[in-house]
């Protein structure tokens, strides 16, 4: 990278474990981007029939990231808010709860979600590159890789970012594929250096 690619742009000729990670980065940049500097009325705001909210996103993601890299990648217990929820009576916790949340509280938890899964998959991708089998398995007894794991993960940015346009477009124009050049989040934590900076790869 050079000094003039912003911190989210991915690779341009990479490792694979580089354009993994950068492929996800990017992702994680642009749905912090669209959900950045909003009031309860923003985080709450929906559009249509839709419940999905911008708090509802950043707790769900938050979430994920913490499920990506604790039980899915080595078998970890959840910590904290996620083991003290009743999955099987509420499935859609993440996402209802955060309606009762502080924007700052929405904020430091995915935060803190993302930079502790940056760091763990850092450390197995260094421990065995992208081919690396992980906990997770299917009843079959197939094991992931960690490459299926952090693709599966790219797609539930893609997804769920897609939401985060249309919701954010929807309580103040905001719109836009990438950050402003320069960017960086208003709200709660800012997110690390470049990507090539976090891990180091086979």
Known sequence: MTHEDPWWEPPVAGTEAEHL?????????????????????????????????????????????????????????????????????????????????????????????????????????AAGGPGRLVHLAWPDGRRLSLRRLICDVIEEYGRHTGHADLLREAVDGVTGEDPPPGWRPVSGAAPGGPVSSRFSSR
């Open 21 to 125: 990670v950068g492929a996800l980065d990017r992702l994680r940049a642009t749905f912090r981007w669209k959900a950045d500097d909003l009031d309860t009325e923003g985080l709450r705001a929906r559009v249509g029939a839709s419940t999905l909210t911008l708090g509802g996103l950043l707790k769900h993601l938050a979430f994920v990231e913490d499920h990506m890299s604790g039980p899915r990648l080595s078998g970890a217990p959840l910590g904290p808010p996620w083991d003290a929820v009743d999955w099987a009576a509420d499935p859609g916790w993440d996402f209802t709860s955060a309606a009762a949340d502080r924007p700052e509280d929405l904020y430091a938890l995915y935060d803190a979600a993302v930079e502790r899964s940056r760091a763990r998959v850092g450390e197995a991708l």
